[in-house]
């Protein structure tokens, strides 16, 4: 009970902060409409290929938007030098990253929001809600994911740097499994159920695992 | 009872020493000041006694714990107010103190108490990083006494905060353990019966209190 108080002070705080300073939604507003411009002009778009050019752009989207995401997460405590105020607290450092996993997928979720729409209104993608679950299963494993990294290399100077390079490997099953769940959801070969099945597995042990690391990652 | 005893303490950033063998026993309820130049290790010695920092070698105990196997215990011991304010510039004071209380574990009314100690009643509403210097440093002191800690552990607590410097700390630091580091002798002198010199990272001590590093 204790934990998911401070899990939620925590997410709360970010999220606080960023509605009043909207340092990062705005970025990422910007950066998903012009991966929908570049998406749009860069491929000759017709009725017939439109839906299966829009998964990629969907993918693309999400990955690179939620690098920039994550990666503000631990910068900005790094930054203000208030990371070192929280970890002095009696705070469980698992529930301090919990709470910092979920407000970076909060504030990709927001992008979701925008950009499924915004390809079904483009690309002709189907807004149903098995695309919507295939892609929050992601966000959850991706978040997960990011965070922890984001913790990693908050203390280095190249962490714009390392971030991608230690993230991108660990997010490529959650873009595989997504992609064909999105696919098949979208009418397109393949099993919807086995897809998300598999995304289930991957939140489950990379949000255990991450869990069980968090605490070494933010207590040293 | 001694609230720290250190024995040895040691830390080294790469070739660079920090502290060097650094032996120290304060008893409850003690203030002592450490003053030095800045590089001296003032820094790196309250880190260190903060348990925010583990010291490369050396042992410490505070109330009688293995400083850094019981860190976590001691957290609710252990308050810390750092060189850095380290708030949140777009929460407001009393916020920042409210986020705090939520993740010491203590009722969110005792940071209007706190608010009133050190003096910001009147600013709890503006954001941080409108806030003067002197203003945040009082409202990190603030976040270092919600959970009214046993032990304060202070790096330059009196930076910025100008002529009340004197009364808000004596009022902070009254009934409980301290250890201040801090460029000003006077305020020292006036705070603190007991007083550490350090000069690259060792003791140049004062006789009754400390053994003096060769």
Known sequence: ?220 | MSVIVADGLTHRFGSEVALEGLDLVLDSGEHMAVLGENGAGKTTLLRVLATALRPTAGRLRIAGLDAFQERRRLRHYLGYVAHAPGLYPALSAAENLEFFCDLQGVSRSRAADVLETVGLKAVAHRRADQLSRGTQQRLAIGRAILHEPRLLILDEPDASLGAGAFDLLSGVMHGTTVVLATHDQALANRLCPRTIVLRHGRSLGTATHLRVVQ
């Open chain 1, 1 to 220: 009970m204790n934990q998911l108080r401070v899990a939620l002070a925590v997410a709360r705080k970010d999220l606080r902060s960023e509605w009043r300073t909207r340092e990062l939604v705005p970025a990422l507003a910007q950066f998903i409409i012009l991966a929908l411009l570049i998406g749009n002009f860069g491929f000759q778009i017709d009725s017939r290929n439109a839906s299966t050019i829009a998964p990629g752009i969907l993918w693309l989207a999400l990955v690179f938007a939620g690098l920039v995401a994550f990666g503000r997460t631990f910068a900005a405590e790094r930054e203000q030098a208030s990371l070192e105020a929280m970890l002095m607290t009696p705070a469980s450092p698992v529930a301090i990253f919990a709470g910092k996993a979920l407000a970076a997928a909060a504030l990709l979720v927001v992008c979701e929001m925008v950009l499924l729409p915004a390809l079904s209104l483009f690309f002709g993608m189907p807004l149903s809600g098995d695309v919507v679950a295939a892609v929050l299963l992601a966000t959850v494993g991706m978040a997960a994911l990011g965070c922890l990294f984001a913790a990693v290399v908050a203390r280095v100077r190249a962490r714009e740097l390392l971030l991608p390079l230690l993230t991108l490997p660990l997010w490529i099953p959650f873009i595989i499994a997504g992609g064909l769940a999105v696919q098949s959801a979208m009418g397109l070969p393949g099993s919807y159920q086995q897809a998300i099945g598999l995304l289930i597995d991957f939140d489950i042990l990379f949000v255990v695992l991450t869990s069980l690391a968090a605490r070494f990652v933010l207590d040293e």
